[in-house]
């Protein structure tokens, strides 16, 4: 870091002006000036002896909305051939009149990272060699994304599958010393995953996401370390590689895939959710850019879909507000809520939207937008390379700054995702359609005057009274479908299956509870009242409520909601029980069932679930005395999540094997066979 003299020699003179390099960036400080409207920053390349190469540029204007904090002015300078040397002055201006330059300050660059003489390092994307005169082609995404894989044991790639033309969609798999072996020991790790470039002419966040999967891969430093110690990273550099190879928004059919990731219409979109369904990361991040010159550096927007749960989308937008706005006031950037300034119809409700659909799963996440141009307050961007550079490392900031935050609040992030999926499992609270949560604009100063629109839902678009369950018939269920690419879709079932909701078979059809994790998002597909429904399956409404008196026999189907049970409760062979914010004062025995949900609910007695051909699902239950789990096959691996048992806790038999969906349970007793470690 380079600083000039602590005094003015002229009046409003800008004073302390320092320059840090960081990775494609240079962080541009200095100590304002009283009645100071805005400042200019100036740079002009020059040789080792500091004499002049070029001509002097403005290649930034500071406005007091950028950060949070005016007290302390910083300024992302980037656009910059990376290892080039610089001058920098800054001015201040009064209204429109403009006051002296700093003394000037000289430093060199950062190199990319990677020393060339170290094999693993030494790798360069198509962007990097070309000075970002050209985008990464996918045939040399595909060698670089090999030749990490092959150099460093950090990472391993994996397929997640196939766009619509062939081409595969790769995933960076990194974790320290070596990444887990199954998607269910990465699952354990609370893994972090960034999305890198889902419209095909938005390729800012996929250099950054190859760059950041080099460093990732094999720095030594300690902060890398540590984070890899601690997750396992997740980055999916291209899931649209047919658009971005024809620089096209959406895929080869012309779908815009983030209108796509709770239909699920397109294989791309497919691949995605499966990932989300096997290796459960807890938070996310989503690459786009912003055709919005007047925006800031980077607009970020959390989930808004009111079926969200309360803590995912507080934990996302602590993320925006409390970590990135902060750290960027440091840095320099300009992260914003989408839309920013003049941002218009954005960010609204559609569960279709990955940020909405993460948050639908649990996942605290955010959106990022790259400014797509650099506007008044960057006006050295009319030069295309200057204008990528500034998009790519502000992405790598971004992403960088999000690990950080993963890593410093993972004991929040778990928290927020134990609640939401304890909530969700309970089917609590009334089902909105569409709807968003309400943005406010950041207290002031603050970075940006334009929230995303209120998009609020109206009486058409919500459902006070939510149903038990969903019943489809055969023909909904497992019928052709015409909305995939080439008038040939996935069945419902497969959809289901790729989202990795439980379904019960019965004997006129399937029904599929909402006493599950994902709650929020069924109804959205299975429900005539949806925007963008899949079918519109039969709404099933609780069959008992209130009091019960007396042993309770459960044959055919039965939902049992806030009702109270003194008795035994028996599931006889074939029958099915969904039971949420219900109290049961008696033993609960089910053998050879077709299925068994339990959602924030209290059994005063024995739970056991033996021979269940279909699924079991036991959440945010309270249970006083023994957990048998046996011999349960048909329905996926039961889930066993976030109980509290008084007695001990035993299963065998189960295949799969039970899984807590990394939402511990509290048991105070022995725990034996495959739920020893849940």
Same mark, same amino acid.
């Given at each position: 870091?380079?600083?000039?003299?602590?005094?003015?020699?002229?009046?409003?003179?800008?004073?302390?002006?320092?320059?840090?390099?960081?990775?494609?960036?240079?962080?541009?400080?200095?100590?304002?000036?009283?009645?100071?409207?805005?400042?200019?920053?100036?740079?002009?390349?020059?040789?080792?002896?500091?004499?002049?190469?070029?001509?002097?540029?403005?290649?930034?204007?500071?406005?007091?909305?950028?950060?949070?904090?005016?007290?302390?002015?910083?300024?992302?300078?980037?656009?910059?051939?990376?290892?080039?040397?610089?001058?920098?002055?800054?001015?201040?201006?009064?209204?429109?009149?403009?006051?002296?330059?700093?003394?000037?300050?000289?430093?060199?660059?950062?190199?990319?990272?990677?020393?060339?003489?170290?094999?693993?390092?030494?790798?360069?994307?198509?962007?990097?060699?070309?000075?970002?005169?050209?985008?990464?082609?996918?045939?040399?995404?595909?060698?670089?994304?090999?030749?990490?894989?092959?150099?460093?044991?950090?990472?391993?790639?994996?397929?997640?599958?196939?766009?619509?033309?062939?081409?595969?969609?790769?995933?960076?798999?990194?974790?320290?010393?070596?990444?887990?072996?199954?998607?269910?020991?990465?699952?354990?790790?609370?893994?972090?995953?960034?999305?890198?470039?889902?419209?095909?002419?938005?390729?800012?966040?996929?250099?950054?996401?190859?760059?950041?999967?080099?460093?990732?891969?094999?720095?030594?430093?300690?902060? /890398?370390? =540590?984070? $890899?110690?601690?997750?396992?990273?997740?980055?999916?550099? %291209?899931?649209?590689?047919? !658009?971005? @190879? #024809? +620089?096209?928004?959406?895929?080869?059919?012309?779908?815009?895939?983030?209108?796509?990731?709770?239909?699920?219409?397109?294989?791309?979109?497919?691949?995605?959710?499966?990932?989300?369904?096997?290796?459960?990361?807890?938070?996310?991040?989503?690459?786009?850019?912003?055709?919005?010159?007047?925006?800031?550096?980077?607009?970020?927007?959390?989930?808004?879909?009111?079926?969200?749960?309360?803590?995912?989308?507080?934990?996302?937008?602590?993320?925006?507000?409390?970590?990135?706005?902060?750290?960027?006031?440091?840095?320099?950037?300009?992260?914003?809520?989408?839309?920013?300034?003049?941002?218009?119809?954005?960010?609204?409700?559609?569960?279709?939207?990955?940020?909405?659909?993460?948050?639908?799963?649990? /996942?605290? =996440?955010? $959106?990022?937008?790259?400014?797509?141009?650099?506007?008044? %307050?960057?006006?050295?961007? !009319?030069? @295309? #390379? +200057?204008?990528?550079?500034?998009?790519?490392?502000?992405?790598?900031?971004?992403?960088?700054?999000?690990?950080?935050?993963?890593?410093?609040?993972?004991?929040?992030?778990?928290?927020?995702?134990?609640?939401?999926?304890?909530?969700?499992?309970?089917?609590?609270?009334?089902?909105?359609?569409?709807?968003?949560?309400?943005?406010?604009?950041?207290?002031?100063?603050?970075?940006?005057?334009?929230?995303?629109?209120?998009?609020?839902?109206?009486?058409?678009?919500?459902?006070?009274?939510?149903?038990?369950?969903?019943?489809?018939?055969?023909?909904?269920?497992?019928?052709?479908?015409?909305?995939?690419?080439?008038?040939?879709?996935?069945?419902?079932?497969?959809?289901?299956?790729?989202?990795?909701?439980?379904?019960?078979?019965?004997?006129?059809?399937?029904?599929?509870?909402?006493?599950?994790?994902?709650?929020?998002?069924?109804?959205?597909?299975?429900?005539?009242?949806?925007?963008?429904?899949?079918?519109?399956?039969?709404?099933?409404?609780?069959?008992?409520?209130?009091?019960?008196?007396?042993?309770?026999?459960?044959?055919?189907?039965?939902?049992?909601?806030?009702?109270?049970?003194?008795?035994?409760?028996?599931?006889?062979?074939?029958?099915?029980?969904?039971?949420?914010?219900?109290?049961?004062?008696?033993?609960?025995?089910?053998?050879?069932?077709?299925?068994?949900?339990?959602?924030?609910?209290?059994?005063?007695?024995?739970?056991?679930?033996?021979?269940?051909?279909?699924?079991?699902?036991?959440?945010?239950?309270?249970?006083?005395?023994?957990?048998?789990?046996?011999?349960?096959?048909?329905?996926?691996?039961?889930?066993?999540?976030?109980?509290?048992?008084?007695?001990?806790?035993?299963?065998?038999?189960?295949?799969?094997?039970?899984?807590?969906?990394?939402?511990?349970?509290?048991?105070?007793?022995?725990?034996?066979?495959?739920?020893?470690?849940?």
């Amino acid at each position: 870091m380079s600083s000039t003299s602590a005094f003015a020699a002229e009046p409003n003179q800008v004073t302390n002006l320092s320059i840090t390099q960081a990775d494609g960036f240079a962080t541009v400080a200095w100590t304002p000036v009283e009645g100071a409207t805005d400042y200019q920053i100036e740079r002009t390349a020059v040789d080792a002896a500091n004499a002049p190469t070029g001509n002097p540029t403005i290649v930034g204007v500071w406005r007091p909305n950028r950060q949070i904090n005016n007290e302390k002015p910083t300024f992302a300078d980037s656009g910059f051939n990376p290892g080039d040397r610089f001058e920098w002055r800054v001015r201040a201006r009064i209204g429109t009149a403009e006051q002296p330059y700093s003394t000037p300050v000289f430093d060199s660059t950062r190199e990319p990272w990677g020393d060339l003489n170290t094999p693993g390092q030494n790798l360069r994307t198509q962007w990097e060699t070309t000075h970002a005169a050209q985008f990464t082609s996918d045939v040399n995404e595909y060698a670089y994304t090999a030749a990490v894989d092959e150099a460093s044991d950090r990472v391993r790639v994996v397929e997640l599958g196939r766009t619509v033309l062939g081409r595969p969609i790769n995933m960076f798999v990194i974790g320290y010393p070596t990444p887990p072996a199954t998607a269910a020991a990465v699952a354990a790790t609370s893994p972090l995953a960034v999305n890198c470039n889902v419209h095909g002419n938005e390729p800012g966040d996929r250099e950054a996401c190859l760059i950041m999967a080099r460093q990732l891969a094999f720095s030594n430093d300690a902060r /890398t370390l =540590n984070l $890899l110690k601690g997750t396992t990273v997740l980055i999916v550099p %291209t899931i649209n590689g047919d !658009g971005r @190879a #024809a +620089n096209t928004r959406g895929n080869s059919t012309g779908q815009d895939l983030n209108r796509d990731y709770s239909l699920i219409r397109q294989p791309e979109t497919a691949a995605y959710v499966r990932m989300l369904r096997d290796y459960r990361p807890v938070a996310g991040y989503d690459g786009h850019e912003f055709g919005n010159s007047q925006a800031g550096d980077l607009p970020m927007l959390p989930p808004r879909h009111q079926n969200v749960a309360q803590p995912i989308y507080d934990e996302s937008l602590d993320m925006i507000e409390n970590h990135m706005y902060v750290e960027g006031a440091k840095s320099g950037w300009w992260p914003c809520p989408y839309g920013c300034q003049n941002g218009g119809s954005v960010g609204l409700s559609e569960e279709t939207i990955l940020r909405n659909t993460l948050g639908l799963k649990n /996942t605290i =996440n955010s $959106l990022l937008e790259l400014r797509s141009s650099g506007g008044q %307050t960057r006006p050295d961007e !009319g030069n @295309a #390379a +200057n204008n990528r550079r500034r998009k790519t490392f502000s992405a790598l900031w971004t992403f960088n700054s999000f690990m950080d935050y993963h890593h410093a609040q993972l004991g929040d992030i778990k928290k927020a995702r134990t609640e939401a999926i304890e909530w969700q499992a309970g089917n609590s609270g009334r089902i909105v359609f569409r709807g968003s949560r309400i943005i406010p604009a950041h207290p002031a100063p603050h970075p940006g005057e334009a929230p995303p629109p209120a998009d609020q839902p109206d009486a058409s678009d919500i459902l006070d009274n939510a149903p038990c369950a969903y019943k489809l018939t055969e023909a909904q269920y497992t019928g052709a479908r015409t909305d995939g690419p080439g008038g040939v879709g996935a069945t419902v079932a497969q959809r289901i299956a790729d989202h990795g909701w439980k379904v019960v078979k019965v004997a006129d059809g399937y029904i599929v509870p909402l006493a599950q994790p994902e709650r929020g998002l069924i109804p959205l597909l299975l429900d005539e009242q949806g925007a963008e429904e899949w079918v519109s399956g039969e709404r099933v409404y609780p069959t008992l409520t209130g009091r019960h008196n007396g042993p309770l026999t459960v044959s055919g189907f039965a939902c049992i909601e806030d009702a109270t049970i003194n008795g035994p409760v028996n599931v006889r062979p074939g029958a099915t029980l969904v039971a949420t914010h219900t109290t049961i004062s008696g033993p609960v025995n089910a053998a050879n069932t077709a299925g068994v949900f339990f959602g924030d609910s209290t059994v005063r007695g024995p739970l056991q679930v033996a021979n269940t051909n279909g699924p079991v699902t036991v959440i945010g239950t309270q249970v006083s005395g023994p957990v048998n789990l046996a011999n349960n096959t048909g329905g996926g691996a039961p889930y066993l999540a976030g109980n509290s048992i008084s007695g001990p806790l035993s299963c065998s038999g189960n295949s799969p094997a039970p899984t807590n969906l990394e939402v511990r349970n509290s048991v105070n007793g022995p725990k034996a066979g495959q739920c020893a470690t849940l």
